[in-house]
């Protein structure tokens, strides 16, 4: 379902991306942002696809599935509970398995060693959940930081690009007036040998002039 609001709480949109398993978050995940690879879209964590899932359909403004492509995706905005390491929807109680009629406590639906197994494995494994959501932050960190450096280094390669056609803009046109310096300056003094010749030729021939009159 849709809600037609501009803004969706975390929790309104993350009681509905909880009911979703792990293989329906992962192609949410993978179709609507381009931050994570499949690669390691694959390796997440239940916990980590829901705080990242419900980020990208409260971005959608959408409680439902999320089908568009979400450009300015920030897992850093992302909420992580590790509670979200259960579906919700599946998961049941002894009381809940005991109370639904089927079965008895000798042979219940999902049998009583695997609900114990299941609890103790949750509560072995809540030092390990905390130590991957420290890591899953830790990696986001490093990702941010990492996209800061790029952009300064783009900045920087762009900063540096533009300098370097600033200067040879500069010494293309300082070479261009020294060419243009030199072109008059070769003018007028062929245009100075010209005349001083035309003028020695003049008296020249005057002075021959003279010569024969005498």
């Given at each position: 379902m849709t809600d037609n609001k501009d803004e969706l709480s975390d929790e309104v949109v993350?009681?509905?991306?909880?009911?979703?398993?792990?293989?329906r978050l992962q192609q949410e995940l993978s179709r609507c942002q381009s931050v994570y690879s499949e690669k390691e879209i694959g390796e997440m964590t239940r916990y980590q696809l829901v705080g990242l899932v419900t980020l990208l359909r409260q971005m959608n403004h959408?409680?439902?599935s999320c089908k568009n492509k979400i450009s300015d995706f920030n897992p850093k905005n992302a909420t992580f509970f590790e509670d979200d390491n259960v579906n919700k929807e599946r998961s049941q109680s002894l009381s809940e398995v005991a109370?639904?009629?089927v079965g008895s406590l000798d042979m219940p639906r999902f049998g009583i060693s695997q609900l114990m197994s299941h609890s103790l494995a949750s509560t072995r494994d809540d030092v390990a959940v905390k130590l991957e959501l420290m890591q899953f932050q830790m990696k986001l960190?490093?990702?941010e930081k990492e996209r800061v450096r790029v952009e300064k280094e783009r900045i920087r390669d762009d900063r540096e690009r533009k300098d370097k056609i600033d200067r040879e803009d500069r010494e293309r046109?300082?070479?261009e007036e020294m060419d243009e310096r030199e072109r008059v300056r070769k003018e007028e003094k062929d245009y100075k040998d010209r005349v001083r010749?035309?003028?020695k030729a003049d008296k020249e021939?005057?002075?021959?002039?003279d010569r024969e009159m005498k």
């Open positions: 993350r009681k509905m991306v909880v009911k979703d398993s792990v293989s959408s409680t439902s109370d639904s009629g960190d490093r990702d046109i300082r070479k010749k035309e003028e021939k005057k002075e021959e002039e």
